[in-house]
């Protein structure tokens, strides 16, 4: 990630106003879409990486554009934030401490326009005792012409 020298990929979309001016506006190859009824993080993982680094949080049908210097991950996860009283001291600092999440899941398109599908979960565990409560996922990874969407949806969705 500190390489000054590494290639970054940046999307750009051209647009001219009604009054004549252009409107330029430079973002990020993939963007992550949260189409469940819960707030997820997400984070990437690349095997040039000393650790996993944080996406960011969203909420319940937003999308979040992944931050440019994290657009070369091969790897995402799924995660929960655990409620304060399930958290533990690490002596590591591995971001992922704070939180139940699913397996890596690799998000590298395979071509300039592919898609794959992917199935996961995360297991939220309760205290001892109680029962745990699963959450599974469908993760769609669309790229069409270099640009990636990732969508994530519940495995089951029941609309009355």
């Not at 591995?94 to 395979?110: A, G, H, I, K, Q």
């Not at 205290?127 to 069409?144: K, P, Q, S, W």
Request: net charge neutral; aromatic share 10%; proline share 5%.
């Amino acid at each position: 990630l500190d390489d000054p020298k590494r290639i970054i990929s940046l999307v750009w979309e051209t647009k001219r106003e009604e009054n004549g001016n252009f409107l330029l506006k430079i973002k990020s190859p993939i963007s992550i879409y949260n189409r469940t009824h819960i707030s997820l993080s997400f984070f990437a993982y690349s095997y040039s990486w000393d650790h996993e680094m944080l996406i960011g949080t969203i909420a319940p049908g937003e999308t979040l554009p992944v931050p440019i210097q994290l657009a070369s991950a091969t790897y995402m996860r799924l995660a929960i934030k655990r409620s304060p009283e399930y958290t533990f001291l690490s002596k590591t600092n591995n971001p992922l401490d704070d939180y139940n999440f699913s397996e890596r899941l690799m998000v590298l398109s395979t071509s300039y326009t592919s898609s794959k599908l992917h199935r996961t979960s995360i297991v939220n565990s309760g205290r001892e005792g109680e029962g745990r409560l699963d959450y599974h996922f469908v993760v769609n990874v669309n790229c069409i012409q270099g640009i990636s969407d990732i969508f994530v949806e519940p495995v089951l969705r029941i609309i009355n």
